[in-house]
């Protein structure tokens, strides 16, 4: 067993020897407990748990590799997942908290006095949490079979063992103090291998500083900052500009951050984790205290992404562009290229037999013409898969084996606390929305527990079950469980409180017309149901791809709940107001005073 | 509590969100997307202004934004008094 082996053994085995312990300390006696934590967590350690439970294996992995190669264009990601937060501080978070129930889809059906509302809710809620909760479970595979050498199955069956014992056993409770725990292994495991980098680019430890700074691993020769030289290598080699590329047009750009913000204040798994609160008035701050925990994270992401771009391209690149040994001999490639190269996610193929490897973007004709007169005969570098730049990042600044076995364990952690918070999600809705509230409404709270535990293994076991057979329209699923959120829940919680005049009519046609509109655009271009070949793009009729104002289908979102607005407001305006009773319901959620713990009827 | 009093303060609570609101879309969409061109022209140490506010900076004022909003709404609470304790 190698070093590396070892450390990364003992220290994804401590994780979780703490995860468990921290279920046994904290298993869940009442309904209270299991689905809002007692509704005793403090502000501070409510924002940790949310933190952990909204950064996903997506946000650790996927989302530097996703900056270091779509620069300026990637601030979406960054902008629209932090900005989600505001939009949930001011508009939903308190409110929902002094009406005080365990559930999204109760608060739609109460104030909405239709049980048909909350059943579309309970629908919404399930289809946008398995979607997502499928990558996490990939995630937890992909880490096992990547670093422990253990089969993406048995990796999968382990992660699924650790999530069913804190997450069966304590509910919220047990969920929400091994979350706290999990942020506190993400967080480390992202940051330590930043300030390393940063310390070697620039001199600098904090990395929000550092990719600001002037570059100095050559001793500051260049007079460059970190940015302007990474402009310059990627524009030299034909790559765009780093700091300006955008992502489709300055229109999608903003929709798509527009959907990302609107789906992430949507999302029922981040709104329950604010139930667990005592006060209006925490529920207030937790918000704030959560985007501080995340932005320690996503401030810290944008200089990783620039930060490894930059060093994979230096790696390659060693010397003068065109000169004849300007390029890594590929006899002389460093042991993480081959550790990647193993895994298929960088491919190299030597396309002018000269042994070394051009890096290059040959789809820049002007580019192109300057690649022929070296002999470069296109990108050799066929396939650099951008999953691979936070794991492998350690590896390329030549950090020691327990920095980056402390990076698997992250990867773990961002993954497992996601997919409890699901979890719970999923199992609340069936056990309290559906059972409690439609299917037998006189069950004792005892068998209500016992069910919110039966429906959270079976939870566990579905997404296990799509863990290991994903799907195959499982890569588009993240986007479209935003545009869900974004299209349907959001709207009719935001009019819900703040429109005294929304009536059921409103809120049902709201919900059901941005839900259609965001599913038929997407499936327009990616298929029914994502089942390739069907999709319908009609360029004959003017819908080309992109056709709506040049927005993508994962920016669709934002259209989505503007038409949820539009048609709610429409058919309220003509529709017989709601009755009295809700209108005081809604008086009375717009006021702190009076809130209790969250409580059921 | 009267009824004068509930909508005084909610008027109150809407006035401080559509503030608080402006700034979220200023610093994001109008600073970070709709004028990012021209604050380029700007540095920021070695960042670009506007690329700056796009990754950066955005960020640190939603926070802030938070904490601003929880504090004057606590404020808010006690003059009309309608706050939980």
């Given at each position: 067993m190698s070093d590396l082996d070892l450390w990364t053994y003992s220290i994804v085995g401590a994780t979780f020897a703490l995860y468990i312990g921290i279920a046994?300390?904290?298993?869940?006696?009442?309904?209270?407990?299991?689905?809002?934590?007692?509704?005793?967590?403090?502000?501070?350690?409510?924002?940790?748990?949310?933190?952990?439970?909204?950064?996903?294996?997506?946000?650790?992995?996927?989302?530097?590799?996703?900056?270091?190669?779509?620069?300026?264009?990637?601030?979406?990601?960054?902008?629209?997942?932090?900005?989600?937060?505001?939009?949930?501080?001011?508009?939903?978070?308190?409110?929902?908290?002094?009406?005080?129930?365990?559930?999204?889809?109760?608060?739609?059906?109460?104030?909405?006095?239709?049980?048909?509302?909350?059943?579309?809710?309970?629908?919404?809620?399930?289809?946008?949490?398995?979607?997502?909760?499928?990558?996490?479970?990939?995630?937890?595979?992909?880490?096992?079979?990547?670093?422990?050498?253990?089969?993406?199955?048995?990796?999968?069956?382990?992660?699924?063992?650790?999530?069913?014992?804190?997450?069966?056993?304590?509910?919220?409770?047990?969920?929400?103090?091994?979350?706290?725990?999990?942020?506190?292994?993400?967080?480390?495991?992202?940051?330590?291998?930043?300030?390393?980098?940063?310390?070697?680019?620039?001199?600098?430890?904090?990395?929000?500083?550092?990719?600001?700074?002037?570059?100095?691993?050559?001793?500051?020769?260049?007079?460059?900052?970190?940015?302007?030289?990474?402009?310059?290598?990627?524009?030299?080699?034909?790559?765009?500009?780093?700091?300006?590329?955008?992502?489709?047009?300055?229109?999608?750009?903003?929709?798509?951050?527009?959907?990302?913000?609107?789906?992430?204040?949507?999302l029922p798994h981040v709104i329950i984790r604010f139930f667990t609160v005592p006060k209006v008035r925490d529920a207030r701050y937790s918000a704030g205290w959560a985007l501080v925990f995340i932005a320690i994270l996503y401030t810290t992401a944008p200089a990783v992404g620039a930060m490894a771009r930059l060093n994979l391209m230096d790696t390659i690149q060693t010397g003068p562009i065109g000169s004849e040994t300007g390029n890594l001999a590929y006899d002389e490639r460093p042991d993480w290229f081959k550790k990647w190269e193993e895994t298929g996610l960088l491919q190299y193929e030597d396309k002018n037999g000269d042994g070394r490897i051009q890096y290059y973007n040959d789809a820049d004709p002007e580019f192109a013409a300057k690649a022929?007169?070296?002999?470069?005969?296109?990108?050799?570098?066929?396939?650099?898969?951008?999953?691979?730049?936070?794991?492998?990042?350690?590896?390329?600044?030549?950090?020691?084996?327990?920095?980056?076995?402390?990076?698997?364990?992250?990867?773990?952690?961002?993954?497992?606390?996601?997919?409890?918070?699901?979890?719970?999600?999923?199992?609340?809705?069936?056990?309290?929305?559906?059972?409690?509230?439609?299917?037998?409404?006189?069950?004792?709270?005892?068998?209500?527990?016992?069910?919110?535990r039966l429906s959270m293994i079976v939870a566990i076991l579905v997404a296990g079950y799509l863990g290991l057979n994903p799907p195959g329209f499982a890569a588009g699923t993240v986007a479209i469980a935003f545009g869900l959120a974004a299209s349907s829940i959001f709207p009719a919680l935001m009019l819900g409180i703040f429109a005294k005049r929304m009536n059921r009519a409103g809120a049902i046609a709201g919900m059901v017309a941005g839900i259609t509109v965001t599913l038929l655009y997407v499936f327009q271009h990616k298929g029914i149901f994502f089942v390739p070949g069907t999709e319908f793009l009609m360029p004959e009729l003017g819908m080309g791809p992109d056709w709506f104002l040049g927005i993508s289908p994962n920016a669709f979102g934002a259209v989505g709940a503007v038409v949820n607005f539009a048609v709610a407001i429409l058919v309220s305006a003509v529709t017989a107001p709601p009755p009295e009773h809700i209108q005081h319901l809604v008086e009375d959620v717009r006021v702190p005073r009076g809130a209790g713990a969250a409580v059921d009827h | 509590m009267t009824q004068d009093n509930r909508a005084g303060y909610w008027r109150a609570n809407l006035r401080l969100l559509i503030i608080l609101l402006m700034i979220w879309f200023s610093v994001s969409y109008g600073f970070g997307i709709l004028l990012v061109e021209p604050l380029n022209a700007i540095m920021l140490g070695g960042y670009p202004l506007g690329f700056w506010f796009a990754q950066q900076g955005s960020i640190y004022v939603f926070v802030v934004l938070i904490f601003v909003y929880a504090g004057l709404m606590n404020r808010l609470d006690k003059k009309y008094h309608v706050s939980e304790d």
């Open positions: 046994i300390w904290a298993r869940a006696g009442t309904t209270g407990e299991f689905y809002v934590a007692g509704g005793g967590v403090h502000p501070v350690a409510n924002g940790m748990a949310t933190a952990a439970d909204w950064m996903s294996a997506a946000s650790f992995i996927s989302m530097a590799g996703l900056i270091a190669f779509n620069g300026y264009g990637a601030s979406v990601f960054l902008m629209g997942w932090t900005g989600g937060y505001v939009l949930l501080a001011l508009l939903l978070a308190p409110y929902l908290r002094k009406f005080g129930k365990f559930t999204v889809p109760e608060f739609i059906g109460d104030r909405y006095y239709s049980q048909s509302a909350r059943i579309v809710a309970v629908i919404c809620l399930i289809l946008a949490s398995i979607t997502y909760v499928i990558g996490q479970m990939k995630g937890i595979g992909v880490a096992f079979s990547r670093f422990l050498e253990v089969p993406y199955d048995t990796g999968l069956y382990i992660g699924m063992g650790i999530v069913a014992v804190y997450a069966v056993a304590g509910g919220m409770k047990g969920i929400t103090y091994t979350q706290i725990a999990q942020y506190v292994v993400l967080i480390f495991a992202y940051t330590i291998p930043a300030i390393f980098i940063s310390l070697n680019l620039t001199g600098n430890p904090l990395p929000q500083l550092g990719l600001g700074s002037d570059y100095m691993a050559d001793g500051g020769a260049s007079g460059l900052s970190l940015l302007g030289k990474l402009d310059q290598v990627v524009t030299d080699l034909g790559f765009k500009e780093y700091t300006t590329q955008v992502m489709g047009s300055t229109l999608n750009m903003f929709a798509y951050t527009l959907s990302l913000m609107i789906g992430t204040a949507g022929e007169s070296y002999g470069w005969k296109g990108n050799e570098m066929v396939k650099v898969d951008r999953d691979i730049m936070v794991l492998a990042n350690p590896e390329i600044a030549g950090l020691p084996a327990w920095v980056i076995a402390l990076v698997v364990a992250g990867g773990l952690a961002a993954a497992l606390s996601t997919a409890a918070g699901l979890l719970l999600a999923i199992s609340s809705a069936i056990s309290h929305d559906l059972l409690k509230g439609v299917i037998a409404k006189g069950i004792s709270e005892k068998a209500e527990l016992t069910a919110g | -």
